[in-house]
Protein backbone atom coordinates (compact mmCIF):
# COMPACT_ATOMS: atom_id res chain seq x y z
CA UNK A 1 0.00 0.00 0.00
CA UNK A 2 1.45 3.27 -0.80
CA UNK A 3 0.60 6.55 1.20
CA UNK A 4 0.29 9.69 0.06
CA UNK A 5 2.86 12.40 0.79
CA UNK A 6 2.38 16.15 0.58
CA UNK A 7 3.59 17.74 -2.40
CA UNK A 8 6.53 19.49 -1.12
CA UNK A 9 8.51 17.31 1.47
CA UNK A 10 10.58 19.96 3.16
CA UNK A 11 7.30 22.44 3.69
CA UNK A 12 6.71 22.76 7.67
CA UNK A 13 3.38 22.03 8.75
CA UNK A 14 1.05 24.44 10.09
CA UNK A 15 -0.85 23.69 13.18
CA UNK A 16 -4.71 23.55 12.74
CA UNK A 17 -5.76 23.53 16.31
CA UNK A 18 -5.39 26.83 18.31
CA UNK A 19 -3.88 26.73 22.36
CA UNK A 20 -2.39 28.45 25.14
CA UNK A 21 1.20 27.94 22.73
CA UNK A 22 -0.02 28.90 19.37
CA UNK A 23 -2.50 31.60 20.50
CA UNK A 24 -1.62 35.62 19.57
CA UNK A 25 0.57 37.21 22.20
CA UNK A 26 -1.33 39.70 24.43
CA UNK A 27 -1.43 43.33 23.13
CA UNK A 28 0.10 46.05 25.20
CA UNK A 29 -3.24 46.40 27.22
CA UNK A 30 -3.18 42.96 28.16
CA UNK A 31 0.30 42.89 29.19
CA UNK A 32 -0.07 46.19 31.72
CA UNK A 33 -3.38 44.85 33.18
CA UNK A 34 -1.31 41.97 34.01
CA UNK A 35 1.80 43.33 35.62
CA UNK A 36 -1.05 45.64 37.39
CA UNK A 37 -2.68 42.62 38.66
CA UNK A 38 1.06 41.23 39.46
CA UNK A 39 2.07 44.35 41.63
CA UNK A 40 -1.12 44.32 43.25
CA UNK A 41 -0.70 40.72 44.50
CA UNK A 42 2.54 41.26 45.85
CA UNK A 43 1.50 44.59 47.68
CA UNK A 44 -1.29 42.19 49.06
CA UNK A 45 1.62 39.96 50.44
CA UNK A 46 3.60 41.62 51.76
CA UNK A 47 1.03 43.87 53.19
CA UNK A 48 0.08 39.80 54.70
CA UNK A 49 3.08 39.15 55.52
CA UNK A 50 3.42 42.41 57.60
CA UNK A 51 0.31 41.80 59.63
CA UNK A 52 1.42 38.46 60.75
CA UNK A 53 5.22 39.41 62.01
CA UNK A 54 3.04 42.62 63.99
CA UNK A 55 0.69 40.23 65.75
CA UNK A 56 3.61 37.95 66.67
CA UNK A 57 5.54 40.70 68.43
CA UNK A 58 2.08 41.37 70.15
CA UNK A 59 1.78 38.41 71.46
CA UNK A 60 4.93 37.84 72.52
CA UNK A 61 4.65 41.26 74.59
CA UNK A 62 1.29 40.30 75.75
CA UNK A 63 3.48 37.16 76.61
CA UNK A 64 6.05 39.27 78.21
CA UNK A 65 3.68 41.74 80.44
CA UNK A 66 1.93 38.85 82.18
CA UNK A 67 5.16 36.37 83.14
CA UNK A 68 6.48 40.33 84.73
CA UNK A 69 2.79 40.41 86.33
CA UNK A 70 2.95 37.08 87.66
CA UNK A 71 6.81 37.38 88.95
CA UNK A 72 6.15 40.12 90.64
CA UNK A 73 2.63 39.02 92.38
CA UNK A 74 4.45 36.16 93.61
CA UNK A 75 7.41 38.47 94.65
CA UNK A 76 5.10 40.21 96.57
CA UNK A 77 3.18 37.20 97.84
CA UNK A 78 6.09 35.96 99.51
CA UNK A 79 7.13 39.68 100.88
CA UNK A 80 4.00 39.99 102.77
CA UNK A 81 3.89 36.62 103.99
CA UNK A 82 7.77 37.78 104.89
CA UNK A 83 6.41 40.56 106.69
CA UNK A 84 3.54 39.41 108.66
CA UNK A 85 5.69 36.45 110.31
CA UNK A 86 3.39 34.59 110.60
CA UNK A 87 0.49 36.69 112.18
CA UNK A 88 -2.66 36.36 110.48
CA UNK A 89 -4.33 39.54 111.17
CA UNK A 90 -1.07 41.56 109.69
CA UNK A 91 -1.41 38.82 106.41
CA UNK A 92 -4.99 39.29 106.38
CA UNK A 93 -4.18 43.29 106.17
CA UNK A 94 -1.48 43.12 103.68
CA UNK A 95 -3.48 40.84 101.30
CA UNK A 96 -5.07 43.81 100.41
CA UNK A 97 -1.98 45.58 99.12
CA UNK A 98 -1.44 41.99 96.92
CA UNK A 99 -4.98 42.08 95.63
CA UNK A 100 -4.40 45.55 94.64
CA UNK A 101 -1.63 44.77 92.65
CA UNK A 102 -3.09 41.70 91.03
CA UNK A 103 -6.03 43.34 90.14
CA UNK A 104 -3.76 46.88 88.16
CA UNK A 105 -1.71 44.28 86.09
CA UNK A 106 -4.44 42.95 85.36
CA UNK A 107 -5.95 45.58 84.23
CA UNK A 108 -2.66 46.80 82.59
CA UNK A 109 -2.45 44.04 80.70
CA UNK A 110 -6.42 44.00 79.87
CA UNK A 111 -5.58 47.49 78.30
CA UNK A 112 -2.21 46.45 76.17
CA UNK A 113 -4.66 44.00 74.66
CA UNK A 114 -7.28 46.26 73.94
CA UNK A 115 -4.84 48.46 71.93
CA UNK A 116 -3.64 46.13 70.38
CA UNK A 117 -6.61 45.02 69.09
CA UNK A 118 -7.76 48.70 68.37
CA UNK A 119 -4.57 49.27 66.31
CA UNK A 120 -5.04 48.86 62.58
CA UNK A 121 -8.86 49.72 63.14
Not at 58 to 85: F, N, V
Not at 94 to 99: A, F, N
Not at 108 to 119: G, L, P, R, Y
Request: charged fraction near 25%; proline fraction near 3%.
Amino acid sequence: MTRNLPAQRGAALEPTVVGPTTAALPDRRTNRALVEVERGTLVRLASVRAHTMVQVEKTHEIDRLAREAMSGQAMLSHWAATLAQGDAFVADELKIYTDLARVGKAEIISETISDFCQEGR
